[in-house]
């Protein structure tokens, strides 16, 4: 069947390469969620191309205007930059030893063959540029009943990579609606209970890169209730807030109850230290009752990340204004301490510490000036 492929962007630059290829004896194809996002009438966001033609063979391409960049040569990945526009182009491919953690690869010329690889249906779908829907799968029909099913046999295809334990909750997470319960979906638990250790031999960060998908999608209560039951491996535990919220931070802080499961996660997952940062300073501060007076107190100590994190955690819309407009800050420094006879050291930040709490206890009136005469007072 022929689908519309009118809201896909970038056509201009997609159908130069579409011609070029074609003068060169080899097709295009789209594949993965540009595809899935047409056939949901949504402007696709990603668009992922395949090809027949080998790598060697695209980075022999020299045609002005165009920059042929090798970003995965040995998978068959290269970048094409048309117009600022950057569009990865792979070729078709099949897995050969696949040992639960990455497989290596062989290129081909088969478009099913490449399909019979991927993960879930609906991802092994693929449109050419005349609109014409490939679906080798049934993933067309899947996608619009909001079911997500395996290609082939879901154990093989878990045991071949263990992470597509964690696709496919991440992309239950992508459906509009929750996935119906069926015979289907009760096998699948159930492989997923038999085979979810295969996780243990996963690095952290592949792990982390599903997981915080997962936390920012949609029915995140519903699959973090699914993964506790069926991938003991990950050590999940009862959410301690019901927020929704596309921030990563936020939505791990609402899984977090101690410190130590902070720890926890670090060492498991390798999650970056920016991100445990805004995580731990939610943990830390999510017992404060904010309003204006409390949230203005977290802005002058902690930041306005810290603040701005802390009214997403709970959801005090309604005081973004104090992060956005109030534009207070404390007057003195450290060497205004020094300016009035005290040494460099621990001294001047035990002291400065003392005049900002006196100037948050004086709603942020008193003056450099006045603070100065306090110390000045105190060490005579």
């Known amino acids: 069947m022929k689908?519309?492929?009118?809201?896909?962007?970038?056509r201009d630059e997609?159908?130069?390469?579409?011609?070029?290829?074609?003068?060169?004896?080899?097709?295009?194809?789209?594949?993965?969620?540009?595809?899935?996002?047409?056939?949901?009438?949504?402007?696709?966001?990603?668009?992922?191309?395949?090809?027949?033609?080998?790598?060697?063979?695209?980075?022999?391409?020299?045609?002005?205007?165009?920059?042929?960049?090798?970003?995965?040569?040995?998978?068959?990945?290269?970048?094409?930059?048309?117009?600022?526009?950057?569009?990865?182009?792979?070729?078709?491919?099949?897995?050969?030893?696949?040992?639960?953690?990455?497989?290596?690869?062989?290129?081909?010329?088969?478009w099913e063959a490449d399909a019979a690889r991927r993960d879930l249906t609906y991802n092994a779908m693929?449109?050419?540029?005349?609109?014409?829907?490939?679906?080798?799968?049934?993933?067309r029909e899947d996608l619009l009943n909001h079911r997500t099913k395996f290609v082939g046999d879901?154990?093989?295809?878990?045991?071949?990579?263990?992470?597509?334990?964690?696709?496919?909750?991440?992309f239950l997470g992508r459906m509009d609606e929750?996935?119906?319960?069926?015979?289907?979906?009760?096998?699948?638990?159930?492989?997923i209970r038999l085979t979810s250790d295969g996780l243990n031999d996963i690095s952290g960060e592949r792990i982390w890169s599903e997981m915080s998908r997962i936390l920012t999608g949609n029915h995140v209560d519903m699959i973090w209730t699914e993964m506790m039951k069926n991938v003991s491996c990950l050590g999940l535990k009862e959410r301690k807030s019901d927020i929704i919220s596309k921030s990563?931070?936020?939505m791990m802080a609402s899984f977090i109850d101690t410190f130590d499961y902070i720890e926890e996660f670090r060492r498991k997952w390798k999650i970056d230290n920016t991100t445990m940062t805004d995580i731990t300073d939610i943990v830390r501060f999510r017992n404060i009752q904010l309003n204006e007076k409390s949230l203005k107190?977290?802005?002058?100590?902690?930041?306005?990340?810290?603040?701005?994190?802390?009214?997403?955690?709970h959801s005090r819309f309604d005081l973004q204004w104090i992060i956005d407009t109030w534009d207070v800050s404390f007057p003195i420094n450290g060497n205004d301490i020094m300016s009035v006879?005290?040494?460099?050291?621990?001294?001047?930040?035990?002291?400065?510490?003392?005049?900002?709490?006196?100037?948050?206890?004086?709603?942020?009136?008193l003056t450099a000036n006045e603070m100065l005469s306090m110390i000045t007072k105190s060490s005579d």
């Open 341 to 365: 006879g005290y040494r460099q050291g621990k001294e001047v930040g035990i002291i400065l510490g003392r005049l900002k709490d006196a100037w948050i206890d004086s709603n942020y009136t």
């Open 14 to 110: 997609l159908t130069i390469l579409y011609e070029l290829f074609g003068r060169l004896g080899h097709d295009v194809r789209l594949v993965g969620g540009a595809v899935r996002d047409l056939l949901l009438n949504k402007i696709p966001k990603d668009i992922d191309l395949v090809t027949t033609m080998l790598p060697d063979q695209m980075m022999t391409i020299t045609k002005n205007g165009i920059t042929v960049i090798p970003t995965g040569h040995s998978h068959g990945t290269i970048t094409f930059v048309i117009n600022s526009i950057p569009f990865e182009i792979t070729t078709l491919r099949i897995d050969t030893n696949c040992d639960g953690r990455h497989a290596d690869v062989e290129f081909t010329t088969e």
């Open 154 to 170: 879901a154990e093989q295809r878990i045991r071949e990579d263990y992470l597509r334990i964690l696709r496919y909750y991440r």
């Open 248 to 250: 990563v931070p936020v």
């Open 126 to 139: 693929m449109v050419d540029f005349n609109g014409q829907l490939y679906d080798w799968y049934g993933g």
């Open 297 to 313: 107190e977290i802005i002058i100590r902690h930041g306005r990340n810290t603040a701005n994190l802390l009214v997403m955690y």
């Open 3 to 10: 689908i519309d492929i009118s809201k896909l962007p970038h």
């Open 178 to 191: 929750w996935r119906p319960k069926d015979d289907y979906a009760d096998h699948v638990d159930e492989i």
